[in-house]
């Protein structure tokens, strides 16, 4: 079986896709900041599954990241067929009292890492027999997000990048999936430090990121264009939260 690349792979959305990839017996590259921890997951998921797994520590936020990504796979000779675009952030709270420095970082690494290694990975992947783009992209690409309006509007682009891709690919050996989680119980809102109401609020409606994993890796494997899990009707309240 060749590998799965899996950005964002040490925690959270990411880590259970990877999991789930293992389950169906997918082999692992997983990438992320965090190398310790990336090295246990790998020996982790590799003795649970019986499955090949090397882990990458990288910074997405950097340019260059994405060329080293694809130079350690070629040098490992990794045949890559699955590669799902999962790393991201949220920053939280007023526009103006972020930089311009720390909002391209997060645009960096939520919305042009993602092109960068879609585009260096699709000849790649239609060298293989099967190949599957999953990008992550969030409820909040669904709606103006007063609180986080860059983070919601990297999620657009994310969600739009991902439908056109997926109708120019079409009748290719090679599909693109977008999914928008809702509400995922990950830390990710601790980490955005949205406020306290949003954060009650959302424990309400919260997924596990197993359940998130499971309907993402479906709808990849059976070509879906886009899927949105935890429902639009719960996304409208999350905007009201802000
Ligand atoms: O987030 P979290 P989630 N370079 O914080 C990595 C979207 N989403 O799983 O680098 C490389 O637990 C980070 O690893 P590390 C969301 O926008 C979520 O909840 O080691 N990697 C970690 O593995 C995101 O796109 C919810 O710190 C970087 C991972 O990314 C995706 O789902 C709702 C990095 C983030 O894990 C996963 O989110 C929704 C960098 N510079 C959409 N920065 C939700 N949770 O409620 C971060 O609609 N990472």
């Not at 880590?15 to 982790?44: C, M, T």
């Not at 494997?221 to 719960?234: D, H, P, Q, S, W």
């Amino acid at each position: 079986m060749s590998y799965a690349l899996i950005t964002g792979a040490s925690r959270g959305i990411g880590l259970a896709i990877a999991a789930e990839l293992a389950r169906r017996k997918y082999n692992l590259l997983l990438v992320a900041r965090s190398g310790d921890q990336l090295q246990k997951l790998a020996q982790q998921l590799a003795a649970d599954h019986n499955v090949k797994v090397d882990s990458l520590a990288v910074d997405l936020s950097d340019a260059v990241a994405p060329q080293q990504v694809i130079n350690w796979c070629k040098t490992n000779k990794y045949d890559v067929s699955v590669l799902v675009n999962n790393a991201g952030y949220g920053l939280s709270g007023q526009f103006e009292q972020y930089s311009l420095t720390d909002n391209l970082a997060m645009m960096q690494v939520n919305m042009t890492s993602l092109v960068q290694l879609t585009q260096l990975f699709l000849p790649e992947l239609r060298r293989q027999s099967r190949g599957y783009i999953l990008n992550i992209a969030s409820s909040t690409a669904y709606q103006a997000l007063p609180g986080m309006s860059l983070y919601a509007a990297t999620k657009v682009f994310v969600l739009n990048f991902s439908r056109g891709l997926h109708h120019e690919l079409a009748g290719t050996s090679v599909s693109v999936t977008c999914i928008s989680p809702g509400a995922t119980d990950t830390g990710f809102n601790d980490r955005a430090q949205i406020n306290q109401k949003a954060r009650d609020a959302a424990k309400k409606i919260t997924m596990t990121p197993d359940d998130v994993a499971q309907q993402a890796v479906a709808a990849m494997l059976a070509g879906k264009a886009e899927v949105i899990t935890g429902g639009i009707n719960k996304l409208g309240a999350f905007a009201a939260w802000l």
